[in-house]
């Protein structure tokens, strides 16, 4: 189904740097929204980075526009106010009061552009810790993360920038519900998103079992699992699958197609929670089973079986996946510097549509004259400006 991008029609100016704000952005963007990042004349600094960032400019910015702009400088200034007078959004990741000083701070814009909608991505929402700075590791380790997810006495991040994306996700869901606000009064405003409240609504689960169980949950890899069968198993041929039997039908179909009729007439395993119970010696007996098939014939079994399973796969794999690649779930993505790659879309579908790749990620200023064109800069003021240092690339 083709429908209209549901943000066409509404501009971001986009200030960001690292994953929590160009996360929001590239949401925004891949809805349908003109999206332009307002980088330094010699590049946003993710575009450098190597190791573990050197993938941040290249996934989170698509579908955007670059300006190139020396937004600190008197001259460059008056350009972004200009654009930010043009903007239904601004987005921002900047430390505490750093906008403020700039004069663009949510009090300034309300007088510039009283339609705009400002959304302030910080490490906490307003509070004491509010001027603190933050990482998305720092709230991790903060919010009982970095503890749930490592083995005891090991707190360790988890293997993404989550709680980036998180509260990059939630800027970008407030912000648009303040777009619709907007359409209602004809007044933009402030909209918060931050890390460590991120963090913590994702731990409200493991807040909850707390106050159900008298008792706060040990880390995952203690395995206590609300399942019998719930584990990495080793295979024949020395691969690793998981698999989760997670009701008393999967038990059955369990026991009905690895044969295993002594487990499916044991009293002491007839419903969940016996099996629990028996975990001691239940999950070694199941992994000695598992043992016995390699990691193809068990997911062929385990899809027979209809019993919930997975292959224990590392990040490249999804680069070959056939059902990502059978639903389109992966865009052919140009990088910048020319490598062409396959990388994830939005993981939803509306009506059908599913928000599409529509320009890869920028080059530094790649849309300086079209953005200030549409600003009211003609040629020759497009010139001056760049006669003057006040545009990039450099």
């Not at 891949?30 to 999206?35: C, I, N, R, S």
């Not at 955007?64 to 008056?78: I, N, P, T, Y």
């Not at 988890?158 to 648009?176: L, N």
């Not at 997670?246 to 002491?268: H, I, M, V, Y």
């Amino acid at each position: 189904m083709s429908i209209t991008p549901p943000l066409q029609g509404v501009r971001v100016v986009e200030l960001t740097h690292t994953i929590l704000g160009p996360s929001c952005g590239m949401i925004l963007a891949d809805l349908g929204a003109e999206v332009i990042k307002v980088e330094p004349v010699d590049g946003d600094r993710t575009r450098k980075l190597r190791g573990f960032g050197a993938g941040f400019f290249g996934y989170f910015n698509r579908n955007k526009k670059s300006l190139a702009l020396d937004a600190d400088s008197v001259e460059g200034r008056k350009v972004l106010v200009k654009l930010l007078q043009s903007a239904d959004v601004m987005i921002e990741n900047f430390a505490p009061g750093s906008m403020a000083k700039r004069g663009l701070g949510p009090e300034h814009l309300e007088k510039i552009n009283p339609r705009l909608v400002y959304c302030a991505l910080k490490g906490f929402l307003p509070g004491p810790y509010e001027k603190r700075p933050a990482l998305d590791e720092v709230v991790q380790m903060m919010g009982g993360l970095a503890y749930m997810t490592g083995p005891s006495g090991r707190p360790l991040r988890a293997g993404t920038s989550v709680v980036d994306i998180v509260g990059g996700m939630f800027g970008a869901f407030g912000t648009v519900l303040a777009l619709k606000q907007r359409d209602r009064t004809g007044k933009g405003g402030l909209v918060e998103s931050a890390l460590f409240e991120s963090v913590v609504f994702l731990m409200g689960q493991h807040l909850a079992i707390t106050a159900m169980n008298g008792a706060p949950p040990p880390p995952m890899p203690e395995r206590v699992s609300s399942w019998a069968i719930y584990e990495i198993f080793n295979t024949a041929d020395d691969l690793q699958i998981f698999i989760g039997i997670t009701s008393d039908g999967q038990w059955k179909r369990f026991c009905e197609f690895f044969r295993q009729d002594a487990l499916a007439a044991d009293p002491k395993l007839a419903t969940n929670n016996l099996r629990i119970e028996a975990r001691p010696w239940l999950v070694p007996k199941v992994a000695e089973i598992f043992k016995g098939y390699t990691k193809d014939a068990l997911e062929e079994i385990c899809l027979a079986a209809d019993i919930s399973f997975a292959p224990v796969a590392r990040p490249q794999d999804l680069f070959d996946h056939p059902h990502l690649l059978a639903n389109g779930s992966l865009a052919a993505t140009t990088l910048p510097g020319g490598v062409k790659t396959r990388l994830p879309l939005l993981p939803f579908q509306m009506f059908g549509w599913r928000p599409p790749l529509v320009s890869d990620p920028p080059g530094i200023g790649q849309h300086n004259a079209e953005v200030l064109a549409e600003i009211g800069y003609d040629e020759a003021g497009i010139a001056a400006l760049e006669a003057a240092g006040m545009l990039g690339p450099k």
